[in-house]
T-cell receptor, first 114, second 116 residues
Framework: ETGVTQTPRHLVMGMTNKKSLKCEQHLGHNAMYWYKQSAKKPLELMFVYSLEERVENNSVPSRFSPECPNSSHLFLHLHTLQPEDSALYLC?????????????FGPGTRLTVL | AQSVSQHNHHVILSEAASLELGCNYSYGGTVNLFWYVQYPGQHLQLLLKYFSGDPLVKGIKGFEAEFIKSKFSFNLRKPSVQWSDTAEYFCAVNNAGGTSYGKLTFGQGTILTVHP
């Protein structure tokens, strides 16, 4: 497996469920990102981890809880979500957290909240 | 806060036509500029980027973009499109300095459909 992988690719959950999204990067990068892509809206940065420390939280509701146990793995824990949270969630990584390094994206998880 | 505006939501062209996709950003400081592309069924990937120097940058697959600082624009161009260029194109910008300098702000995307 190369690049950035995400599982599951599709997820349907009820508002009372708890689920987790997983991202893994095989590029030896030190920074990882979660983005949200809603219909007809720009891609929005949610969280950034650099060297396993959270360095950016873009005013994301607490029902989204990220976790970065090591530089290769990133999780997004979901609980008591709302239907408006239905979106494509993209993970990305870059060599370092700065303005000059290309971000490499995964295929995304399509989340539907019923 | 910075923002990125892409003028066209959907552009439809025939093969061999010329392409120009508009991108304007709002931010008063020094910026880095990017175009990303997402081909059908594939990951978002970098097409080209501008940091400094020659404002005309060339990317993969014959694409180029011109940074016009006075117009806060970074339009994407290709002289002759191919059916395989059918994709969604995203303009993005980040701060070149200061805090949160790695934070990318994306435009809404432009879907390009090329008919053979």
């Amino acid at each position: 497996e190369t690049g950035v992988t995400q599982t599951p690719r599709h997820l349907v959950m009820g508002m009372t469920n708890k689920k987790s999204l997983k991202c893994e990067q095989h590029l030896g990068h030190n920074a990882m990102y979660w983005y949200k892509q809603s219909a007809k809206k720009p891609l929005e940065l949610m969280f950034v981890y650099s060297l396993e420390e959270r360095v950016e939280n873009n005013s994301v509701p607490s029902r989204f809880s990220p976790e970065c146990p090591n530089s290769s793995h990133l999780f997004l824990h979901l609980h008591t979500l709302q239907p408006e949270d239905s979106a494509l969630y993209l993970c990305a990584s870059s060599q370092v957290w700065d303005a000059y390094n290309e971000q490499f994206f995964g295929p995304g998880t399509r989340l539907t909240v019923l | 806060a910075q923002s990125v505006s892409q003028h066209n939501h959907h552009v439809i062209l025939s093969e061999a036509a010329s392409l120009e996709l508009g991108c304007n950003y709002s931010y008063g400081g020094t910026v880095n500029l990017f175009w990303y592309v997402q081909y059908p069924g594939q990951h978002l990937q970098l097409l080209l980027k501008y940091f400094s120097g020659d404002p005309l940058v060339k990317g993969i697959k014959g694409f180029e973009a011109e940074f016009i600082k006075s117009k806060f624009s970074f339009n994407l161009r290709k002289p002759s499109v191919q059916w395989s260029d059918t994709a969604e194109y995203f303009c993005a910008v980040n701060n070149a300095g200061g805090t949160s300098y790695g934070k990318l702000t994306f435009g809404q995307g432009t879907i390009l459909t090329v008919h053979p």
